[in-house]
T-cell receptor, first 116, second 112 residues
């Protein structure tokens, strides 16, 4: 296990379809984050988990988005009824969180979504 | 409301020169300030990070300068190399919240 992996790396879909992305974090990491990055912008926070608990969701995360981390290991991000505005790079990051410590986030390569 | 503002948007530097990228933040709860480097088609990779209890941190050719009273921090790349050409993002986070807030990035081009 050399880092965070994401699958697929690229996804092209038609407007209205559902898509699901997977993230496998670094194995000992207890926190997992999802970010969205559009061209020319920095990553924007979407949601994060500590183990299997989803601790925070951004206002950016509409009802069409849902994320899970069922066993505190891998996570999935599903987008229902995709819209063209969902086209972006979806980044996953993980960290080993310890209270009152600085927790470096390691990013995966991202999944690039194109909605036609 | 953009909580982390980054400048410049793009930067061109000659090989061997110094690259300087600046960031300003608003939320005084932020207590961890990393810089990330991103190459096309890749995820961001942590370059260097600083806590607000120090004013400067140096790792090799990369230095972060931090001004807590001004709520500003900057990345200096000494002896810039063509291989440093990438997009650089500053970020800020509240340790216990965990999530990071990113600037919009600076595209650095180092000319040989």
């Amino acid at each position: 296990d050399t880092g965070v992996s994401q699958d697929p790396r690229h996804k092209i879909t038609k407007r209205g379809q559902n898509v699901t992305f997977r993230c496998d974090p670094i194995s000992e990491h207890n926190r997992l984050y999802w970010y969205r990055q559009t061209l020319g912008q920095g990553p924007e926070f979407l949601t994060y988990f500590q183990n299997e608990a989803q601790l925070e969701k951004s206002r950016l995360l509409s009802d069409r988005f849902s994320a899970e981390r069922p066993k505190g290991s891998f996570s999935t991000l599903e987008i229902q009824r995709t819209e063209q505005g969902d086209s972006a790079m979806y980044l996953c990051a993980s960290s080993f969180h310890r209270r009152w410590a600085y927790n470096e986030q390691f990013f995966g390569p991202g999944t690039r979504l194109t909605v036609l | 409301q953009q909580q982390v503002k980054q400048s410049p948007q793009s930067l061109i530097v000659q090989k061997g020169g110094i690259s300087i990228i600046n960031c300003a933040y608003e939320n005084t709860a932020f207590d961890y300030f990393p810089w990330y480097q991103q190459f096309p088609g890749k995820g961001p990779a942590l370059l260097i990070a600083i806590r607000p209890d120090v004013s400067e941190k140096k790792e090799g050719r990369f230095t972060i300068s931090f001004n807590k009273s001004a709520k500003q921090f900057s990345l200096h790349i000494m002896d810039s190399q063509p291989g440093d050409s990438a997009t650089y993002f500053c970020a800020a986070s509240d340790t216990n919240a965990g999530k990071s807030t990113f600037g919009d990035g600076t595209t650095l081009t180092v000319k040989p």
